[in-house]
């Protein structure tokens, strides 16, 4: 079953229209598809910066818990 897709308006700048305009000419794609692109690309990078923090966390308290423990077994 396809995706429903909704329709957004986007306003930009001149020289950001026109820079967009010239990578889809010279892609060969629409300028909808290159933004499409933009936007999950943006999305992943958010989903993976906010996925490294998380880890990073868990990483300092693994490491605080040990290093609690450690001074119980010496």
């Known amino acids: ?3 429903a897709e909704k329709k957004i308006t986007v306003k930009l700048p ?3 229209y026109e820079a967009l ?3 889809a000419a ?3 794609l629409s300028r909808a598809d290159i933004i ?3 936007i999950q690309k943006g999305m ?3 989903a ?3 996925e490294i923090d998380f880890v990073f966390l ?3 308290l693994v490491l605080l818990r040990k290093s609690s423990f450690s001074h119980f077994s010496n």
Do not use: G, L, N, W
């Open 1 to 3: 079953m396809p995706q």
């Open 14 to 16: 001149k020289k950001q």
């Open 21 to 23: 305009k010239k990578d």
């Open 26 to 28: 010279t892609q060969h």
């Open 36 to 38: 499409r692109a933009f």
């Open 44 to 46: 992943s990078v958010d």
């Open 48 to 50: 993976y910066t906010e």
């Open 58 to 60: 868990i990483r300092i």
